[in-house]
């Protein structure tokens, strides 16, 4: 979100950043639509988001143990994801704002009874 006060622009720097991101959004999303998305190769080098499980934030998201994150170094950290465009459990994968996740096992399926 970008909030505009006065005379004051945005920052052209971090709305380009923010529309780049929003147009490999839009590219993933017309992928799925064609069932041409994602492919092995997009699924390949994402990020793997274990014990996750839905979340809700002012945006939905997901809540996880992250593995093999660009951004986040070493194995297991607790994150939040960015704001989820679309979620698919049965075919192991999420799409969010930022990037794609593999998904592992969910939170109550990893839960001992």
Known sequence: MFTLTGERGPDSRLLTL???RLLRLVTDL???RDNSG???SDLEDAPILGNWERGARPAACLFGNV???PTVI???HPIVTSDVW???P???WARTLSRWYRLGL???ASSVS
């Open 74 to 76: 070493g194995m297991g």
């Open 30 to 32: 017309k992928a799925i």
């Open 106 to 108: 969910p939170r109550d």
């Open 86 to 88: 679309v979620l698919a």
């Open 90 to 92: 049965d075919q192991g």
């Open 38 to 40: 994602p492919t092995p």
């Open 67 to 69: 593995c093999d994150h």
């Open 18 to 20: 923010e529309i780049e």
